[in-house]
């Protein structure tokens, strides 16, 4: 265990890589210090200092991402990997209806990674993302593993005072809308494991690479959807799809104890998923009801509040998929004259 | 990834174990719902959710335990595992002269670990410590991992406006301290290595274990030293010995611009550990110095201050071993007449 390695790494501390510590102290050269009045305290101590403000609430969520189950190290790029821990963090907050703020990540790595330029490319990605949305790096935790990756990415957001747009609030009536569209991860993902793989040359241009490949490797949040839903009060709930439309409209469903009936025809499924489904005889709308990580939000948002929802944000649009049931009408969808009960069928881990 | 297993649960979600969605709902029932005033929103949501109060900073800290780095599945048991996991992030809190109010624990273990008890008396472990502290779960994340067991424990704190107590706030001249008694953890993990083990019967008395594997196993963080230093602005700057008393006083008088003389004839030795030492030629003081893991607090504390300090907290005491120097001086230490470097020798992950 500890005593163990500990050995090891004494004797190749004064090798080339950067140890625990020198690593620290060079990240929190490359965080901005900025926000004085908020933040009291960044990376460094044993903790990081947030300082209280009245009429602001405080959001915190975590999650943990795992090589070969969340990802695979072949598939990605360390960039790419940093962005999506971020990025999956980011739509937990946006799915609140407020504004991410602060980041800590954890992450664990084998030995002989620690020694590449995996950590530091990890973090050119991760802060890359956090800078577009101004959000502040403060802290984490470094561990070495036996053998695999692991990253635990926590972020804390703000919104004011019982703002924070739950999965809890539907009613019946509510119309239900989706931010996007569905499929392109799913898709992605499934490329990914037909072998298709990213350009070896890191330098070569993203935007060459499919873009349902890029839906599963670097997920953009919808950060300033999520802003306006909440400081605007237009959602009753919401979620992010992270488990895929049919499993977390469930949760929402569940949460709100209420129902609800979807049009098959108006789910909006992204135009390479339709295509690519097209050539191999599959049906796109599978994916885009059961296929997760498009990171898209699914809200809810009373008849009288529809007019006031913006058509566009940050270039994103928005589509009404359907509406807020009674509990007891249970989850169903409408294909044509036909209505089915929409069963869960997205990822669950257990 | 995600859809390869994805197919194997939805077979396997009609059987004996929870799912994760009936494992979080259970937990949540669990977990007492109070002190409305400061959380709105607990564990089920994207994010949990705090209220904001004047007056007040918030701290947050995380801190990632791997299987076969921080710990092995064999030595310990799940529940000991869970209490270890939060005393970890208590110690951070403490550390920072603060209180310890809210955690959020993510979980990756291997699908064959989900299907017994562990993840249960994992928890069990965790909420007995939190209720202790009057620590509330109130969120985390849980994967499925290839083979290793991971956990990240996330705590946040609260304490009164600028009143953490930082790394770097020690002066020349300042008295340094530590709580309790040092090279216990150290000694502990020496055993365990050597093969001592746990009684197999769970239910067979703790308090018959050799104390030494319990400050390993079982470590207490110094919960109430740690808000009664914050509150009576006691301590100009405080860490808690995680890595070893050497390396972490290093990294307080980095970050304070000092030095420091310990005199090695007050260090406080656990009295099992000089036992334990004496039958093997070993020298307790080398364990003590650089053992890591007791999770005892050291701190700094103005001379005109000392004697505001109480004798004991929670039946914890306090012991005075060095002074804080200029930084021209060093870390240094005294035994006898003779004056040592003490150089860093405790853990570090790489």
């Known amino acids: 265990m500890k005593d163990e390695l500990d050995r090891q790494r004494h004797a190749q501390s ?7 510590f020198e690593f620290i102290r060079t990240l929190r050269q490359q965080v901005p210090v900025r926000d004085q ?27 943990l991402l795992v090589e070969d189950v969340d990802f695979r190290r072949t598939s990605t790029t360390p960039t790419l990997l940093g962005h999506k821990s971020l990025a999956v963090s980011l739509s937990d907050i946006a799915a609140m209806g407020a504004r991410p703020r602060w980041s800590l990540v954890s992450i664990g790595v084998p030995e002989d990674i620690w020694e590449t330029n995996f950590v530091k490319d990890f973090y050119s990605g991760l802060l890359s993302l956090a800078s577009h949305y101004d959000v502040q790096l403060i802290g984490g935790d470094t561990s070495s593993t036996p053998e695999k990756v ?35 991860a799913a898709a ?33 949040p919808r950060v300033g959807w999520g802003i306006v839903l909440g400081q605007e009060r237009l959602a009753t709930a919401m979620i992010d799809i992270s488990d895929g439309l049919s499993s977390d409209l469930n949760h929402l469903c569940l949460e709100s104890k209420v129902g609800a009936l979807l049009d098959s025809s108006l789910i909006p499924i992204d135009k390479q998923v339709a295509d690519l489904c097209g050539r191999r005889a599959l049906d796109p709308l599978q994916l ?60 669950r881990h257990f």
Chains 1, 2 share one sequence.
Not at 39 to 58: E, F, Y
Not at 195 to 219: F, K
Not at 300 to 314: F, G, Q, W
Not at 317 to 330: C, L, P, Q
Request: charged share 25%; with cysteine; hydrophobic share 35%.
């Open 150 to 184: 692991v990253i635990d990415s926590i972020i804390l957001g703000e919104c004011g005072t019982d703002l924070a747009v739950t999965r809890g609030g539907a009613k019946p009536g509510d119309q239900i809308f989706v931010t996007g569209y569905l499929g392109g």
């Open 188 to 220: 992605g993902l499934r490329l990914i494991e037909r072998g298709a793989h990213l350009p070896s040359d890191p330098s070569e241009d993203l935007h060459l690479i499919d873009h349902v490949m890029l839906r599963q490797l670097r997920p953009e």
């Open 37 to 63: 009045t908020s933040l009291s305290l960044g990376i460094g101590d044993d903790a990081a200092v947030i300082r209280s403000h009245p009429g602001r609430d405080i959001l915190i969520s975590t999650d």
């Open 14 to 20: 004064s090798g080339r890589t950067l140890s625990e």
């Open 288 to 347: 885009a009801l059961h296929g997760g990580e498009d990171f898209e939000l699914v809200f809810t948002v009373s008849p009288n509040n529809v007019s006031r929802l913006p058509r566009r944000v940050d270039g994103v649009s928005i589509t009404h998929i359907g509406e807020i049931r009674d509990a007891t009408e249970g989850i169903r969808i409408s294909e044509g004259s036909r209505v089915w009960e929409l069963k869960p069928g997205g990822w």
